[in-house]
């Protein structure tokens, strides 16, 4: 069994935000603060990995270095990515006549450094600009030592993904959706704030219907929530109201990794005025019986499957374009 002294309650979580907050009922259990010092593989598996419930580990990474602007720049500095371009309307759009989200949204390509000087002269707040989900295979940051230590300890094994940057500026809104996978996400510089609703409020949340991969590829996915959890409408939404219970929020630090199951909602926000930085990896979900049993999964395939005849037509364009080569890895950043 897991000592008591491992698991604390989130110290830093207030359970709700302040428009969440007048739900009255307490449905929700706080997301647990462990440290990893004194957690096993075998702990690990058996209170959060097998039943799906989301962690914050503390004390595995501190050997690793602030991710500031300068050690990115330092990094990665001439490394190409493409960076969302989500615009400043974006979030004060009725989300149902979104026709792009999340990997879907427009992109251009910068290099780290351009990025930066963005950062730095205020285009990033102005356009809403986010270097979201970028793959640091092929750089220098690949391979973490630190990271690799910690996900052995943990027993994390069946990786789906590389390792992926996000950076962006206080402010800006990774809007309400969850993954198909299990994820672990790593606070590097900064804090996020993040709201999470359990699998079970899947229809509360409004999630776009999986029929909208057959318009818009994967584009738009029917993993993300049409309501605004902070200022929901509802007429429109009225079941809403019922998710409002399950809604817990916390803030991650630098050095701590959230591990987020499969069908977590989950909507992060970075925290203060300047550069906020993370990496995340996804997981295959173990054990299989959790994946087999996760509807929310299921349905992210089903749209996925919906969205192959968009997927080769967009295969085929990238093919015969100019910039084959461009065209194509822009298209693998989507999947
Ligand atoms: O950090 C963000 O903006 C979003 C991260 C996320 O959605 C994830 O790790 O699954």
Not at 96 to 104: D, E, I, L, N, P
Not at 126 to 139: E, I, K, N
Not at 154 to 173: D, F, Q, S
Not at 229 to 239: G, N, Q, S, T
Request: with cysteine; net charge positive.
């Amino acid at each position: 069994m897991r000592s008591r002294s491992a698991i604390s309650s989130s110290t830093h979580s207030s359970p709700k935000t302040a428009s969440l907050s007048n739900s009255g009922t307490s449905t929700n259990a706080i997301v647990q603060r462990v440290s990893g010092a004194s957690l096993t593989a075998a702990e690990f598996f058996q209170h959060y990995q097998k039943p799906g419930i989301p962690v914050i580990i503390t004390g595995l990474l501190d050997a690793e270095p602030d991710w500031n602007l300068d050690y990115l720049c330092q990094q990665l500095g001439d490394q190409p990515f493409p960076v969302r371009q989500y615009g400043r309307d974006r979030y004060q759009q009725d989300k149902r006549q979104w026709t792009s989200s999340g990997s879907g949204v427009p992109a251009i390509t910068l290099s780290f450094s351009e990025y930066a000087d963005r950062l730095r002269n205020g285009t990033v707040r102005d356009q809403d600009l986010y270097l979201a989900r970028c793959s640091l295979q092929q750089t220098p940051l690949s391979q973490l030592p630190n990271l690799t230590q910690a996900e052995n300890q943990l027993g994390l094994r069946l990786p789906a993904t590389a390792l992926n940057l996000w950076v962006g500026l206080g402010g800006h809104t990774s809007c309400l959706h969850y993954d198909p996978m299990d994820g672990t996400l790593v606070q590097l510089h900064g804090a996020k704030k993040i709201l999470l609703f359990p699998p079970s409020q899947l229809y509360n949340l409004y999630p776009f219907p999986v029929i909208k991969h057959l318009y818009h590829g994967l584009k738009l996915r029917a993993v993300y929530s049409q309501v605004y959890p902070e200022r929901p409408d509802l007429e429109a939404f009225p079941k809403f109201q019922h998710a409002i219970p399950y809604a817990q929020e916390i803030t991650l630090y630098p050095k701590e990794i959230l591990f987020l199951p499969s069908g977590w909602w989950h909507e992060v926000t970075a925290l203060g005025e300047e550069m906020v930085c993370s990496i995340n990896r996804f997981w295959h979900v173990l054990p299989l019986s959790r994946a087999f049993s996760s509807w929310s999964k299921w349905r992210a395939h089903l749209g996925g499957v919906l969205a192959a005849p968009h997927i080769f037509g967009n295969v085929m364009g990238a093919i015969s374009s100019g910039n084959r080569q461009g065209e194509l890895s822009k298209l693998i950043q989507r999947l």
